[in-house]
Structure formats: structure tokens, C-alpha cells
């Protein structure tokens, strides 16, 4: 069946430098892909999706690209704050969500 | 347009007891999904309601159980309730095109605590 695999935090950097959450999916057809992430005390809000091959979704200052041949869609961001830490979500969806576990991601000032 | 909102935000039970959770999706959306959320098993998809009808359902006992009205209002309810039942239960709402794979909008979730 359909599964994300998303790397394990926590992952703890600095401000400003470079992020990289990697995610990994096997599913049948070319399901849409999705980038979750949820604040302290919050529910799940989407942070960029890609709904087809090579596509790249980008919003603030985050970016994911769709690889279908390595069957990826890690998270980039170029330099992270303090506001950003929070818990990311990679999902996939064809007729459901698929949710991978989360990884928790601390920035310290 | 408002969010999605959940019902009541907290909830302490005990063991054996039953339980509801009302979830209120956006405005115009028709699919309501649930999610049970705890640091264990993460994410893990309960069931999904698509115009007063079931449309999928995750690996969950019996126990768990939901329904959508015809505003597209739904709930869920928790029979003999156990401690491992203890999770941030989550709402999310989409259009839900048929077969296609919506954004889906989350609700800030009802914490469930059972002692």
C-alpha cells in the first residue's frame, strides 16, 4: 500500500541556516504530495503541495519539489527562524491522506 | 470564511465511559476526515465522510464510530472508552472532487484524556 517516510527529529538548527527535511513515498499512480506542519497547540495546516511530477510547491520561504524518479519531496527552506519551529508533516493523497510521523524541528535564536 | 472548528477543545473521561466530538468543516466543503493524533502512532486516519455517507475508514475497532449530517456537520463517538484512547483528535475538511485528492483544512483538534 501507499506509505511516507519522512526523516526523524528532532532536528534542531540555528537561525538563518539551511533546512532540509527529507521525505520519501511508494504509491501506485502519481499521487498529489503535501507538506504539512502544525504550531504548538494547533491543528495541521498545509504549507505547500505539488500535484504532479517535477512540480514545485513553494510558500514562505519553503520549497518541495516532486521527484518521481527518486520518489521524493523534501523540505527546503534557505535560511529558518525562530517562528519556524513547529512539527512538519509530509503527506500523500489519492483517494485518502497519508500522513508520514512528523518531524520536529526547533530553531535556536 | 471561518475555519474549522471542534467541540469542546478539551475532555477528561474515564475508562468505560463514551464519548463525542463535533466537528464543524468550512463552509461549502462536503468531506469531513478524522484523525487520531498521539506521540506514539503519529497521525492515523479514522474515517471519512463525503455527503452524509462513510467513505473510508482507517484500521480502527468498532468502538470508533462517526457520522456527517446534512449541513456536512459531523461527529465522531468513542464506546468504552480505553486509556490507550487518550489522543488530539482531529477534523479536517475539503471539497473532496470524487476521486481526487483535495487540500484538506484542519480544525485546531479536541484533546481526549482518559483516566
Known amino acids: 500500500g501507499n506509505s511516507v517516510t519522512q526523516m526523524e527529529g528532532p532536528v534542531t538548527l540555528s537561525e538563518e541556516a539551511f533546512l532540509t527535511i527529507n521525505c520519501t513515498y511508494t504509491a501506485t499512480g502519481y499521487p498529489s504530495l503535501f507538506w504539512y506542519v502544525q504550531y504548538p497547540g494547533e491543528g495541521l495546516q498545509l504549507l505547500l503541495k505539488a500535484t504532479k511530477a517535477d512540480d514545485k510547491g513553494s510558500n514562505k520561504g519553503f520549497e518541495a519539489t516532486y521527484r518521481k524518479e527518486t520518489t521524493s519531496f523534501h523540505l527546503e527552506k534557505g535560511s529558518v527562524q525562530v517562528s519556524d519551529s513547529a512539527v512538519y508533516f509530509c503527506?500523500?493523497?489519492?483517494?485518502?491522506?497519508?500522513f508520514g510521523k512528523g518531524t520536529r524541528l526547533h530553531i535556536l535564536p | 470564511k471561518a475555519g474549522v472548528t471542534q467541540t469542546p477543545r478539551y475532555l477528561i473521561k474515564t475508562r468505560g465511559q463514551q464519548v463525542t466530538l463535533s466537528c464543524s468543516p468550512i463552509s461549502g466543503h462536503r468531506s469531513v476526515s478524522w484523525y487520531q493524533q498521539t506521540p506514539g502512532q503519529g497521525l492515523q486516519f479514522l474515517f471519512e465522510?463525503?455527503?452524509?455517507?462513510?467513505?473510508n475508514k482507517g484500521n480502527f475497532p468498532g468502538r470508533f464510530s462517526g457520522r456527517q449530517f446534512s449541513n456536512s456537520r459531523s461527529e465522531m463517538n468513542v464506546s468504552t472508552l480505553e486509556l490507550g484512547d487518550s489522543a488530539l483528535y482531529l477534523c479536517a475538511s475539503s471539497l473532496r472532487s470524487a476521486g481526487d485528492s483535495e487540500t484538506q483544512y484542519f480544525g485546531p483538534g479536541t484533546r481526549l484524556l482518559v483516566l
Open positions: 503527506a500523500l493523497g489519492d483517494d485518502k491522506i497519508i
Open positions: 465522510y463525503f455527503s452524509e455517507t462513510q467513505r
